[in-house]
Nanobody
Framework: QARLVESGGGLVHTGGSLRLSCAAFGINFDLNSMGWYRQAPGNQRELVAT???????TYADFVKGRFTISRDNAKNMVYLQMNSLKPEDTALYSCKTWRTGGPIHWGQGTMVTVSS
């Protein structure tokens, strides 16, 4: 059974850093792309960053230069290093996995709160 489990969220002050982790179970991790999305209260879910099976990354403009996505295929893990956090980064951050022609899976999310 495919499952994604996020961790690492919490409360941080403006300018602080957090590292989110997403552990993947029951998928062929090496073949899948991975992504981080976020949803702030009252807003729609939005893309934060993605990383392909080959390690190519994409970022939303609002996190470029501050967030870094990475993956460890040996551990079936994907990470999101978040620096210079702002109050507007407050959201539920969720992990997503997919591959062409395959199923999409989501994690439950981990909450990030940035205080001003």
């Amino acid at each position: 059974q495919a499952r994604l489990v996020e961790s690492g969220g919490g409360l941080v002050h403006t300018g602080g850093s957090l590292r989110l982790s997403c552990a993947a179970f029951g998928i062929n991790f090496d073949l899948n792309s991975m992504g981080w999305y976020r949803q702030a209260p009252g807003n729609q879910r939005e893309l934060v960053a993605t990383i392909s099976r080959g390690g190519t990354t994409t970022y939303a403009d609002f996190v470029k230069g501050r967030f870094t996505i990475s993956r460890d295929n040996a551990k079936n893990m994907v990470y999101l290093q978040m620096n210079s956090l702002k109050p507007e980064d407050t959201a539920l951050y969720s992990c997503k996995t997919w591959r062409t022609g395959g199923p999409i899976h989501w994690g439950q999310g981990t909450m990030v709160t940035v205080s001003s």
